[in-house]
């Protein structure tokens, strides 16, 4: 819906007075992070998810979401660090299984860690990125979609 303008009235306002729920830009759940086809038959191979941060603000992992498997995934495995070589923060766990994913419409919603949920990160802890580690090689061709969601504090 566009903002609606009447005689008198500028843009700005009309905008304001029409869309105030999407005016704050923390305390919101936002998506940061996004791998598109993550390579999961390699071992101990890290991949970098650039995060899409709002300058300033702090945030705290909600969700890494796995989706969109080429292949019924058996044997790999994954975990989300704030560092690579599976260092700093965990934001997941090493060893967290895919087996979950069975077909491209199959969704693993990860369990968190305990340190995700209680460290505040940051642009100048995170230098804007998060790693995806894959730990066990699937053993043939696999790839998969990897989301990143946090909640943005002030």
Same mark, same amino acid.
């Given at each position: 819906?566009?903002?609606? @303008? &009447?005689? !008198?009235?500028?843009?700005?306002? $009309?905008?304001?007075?029409?869309? @105030? /729920? =999407?005016? *704050?830009?923390?305390?919101?759940?936002?998506?940061?992070?996004? +791998?598109?086809?993550?390579?999961?038959?390699?071992?101990?191979? #890290?991949?970098?998810? *650039?995060?899409?941060?709002?300058? !300033?603000?702090?945030?705290?992992?909600?969700?890494?979401?796995?989706?969109?498997?080429?292949?019924?995934?058996?044997?790999?495995?994954?975990?989300?660090?704030?560092?690579?070589?599976?260092?700093?923060?965990?934001?997941?766990?090493?060893?967290?299984?895919?087996?979950?994913?069975?077909? +491209?419409?199959?969704?693993?919603?990860?369990?968190?860690?305990?340190? $995700? &949920?209680?460290?505040?990160?940051? /642009?100048?802890?995170?230098?804007?990125?998060?790693?995806?580690?894959?730990?066990?090689?699937?053993?043939?061709? +696999?790839?998969? =979609?990897?989301?990143?969601?946090? #909640?943005?504090? *002030?």
């Amino acid at each position: 819906m566009n903002p609606v @303008v &009447t005689a !008198g009235e500028s843009v700005g306002t $009309a905008r304001s007075n029409l869309f @105030v /729920q =999407d005016a *704050p830009v923390t305390g919101i759940r936002r998506l940061i992070g996004v +791998a598109l086809g993550v390579n999961l038959n390699q071992t101990n191979t #890290d991949i970098a998810i *650039p995060l899409i941060l709002i300058a !300033g603000c702090n945030f705290v992992p909600s969700a890494v979401m796995i989706n969109n498997a080429s292949t019924s995934l058996t044997t790999a495995t994954f975990g989300v660090f704030s560092a690579a070589g599976g260092t700093g923060v965990t934001i997941v766990t090493a060893g967290a299984a895919l087996s979950s994913l069975t077909a +491209a419409t199959s969704n693993l919603n990860a369990t968190l860690a305990a340190t $995700a &949920t209680t460290t505040v990160l940051n /642009q100048t802890t995170q230098a804007n990125t998060l790693y995806f580690r894959v730990g066990t090689a699937q053993g043939a061709a +696999a790839t998969a =979609d990897v989301y990143i969601w946090a #909640d943005v504090l *002030p």
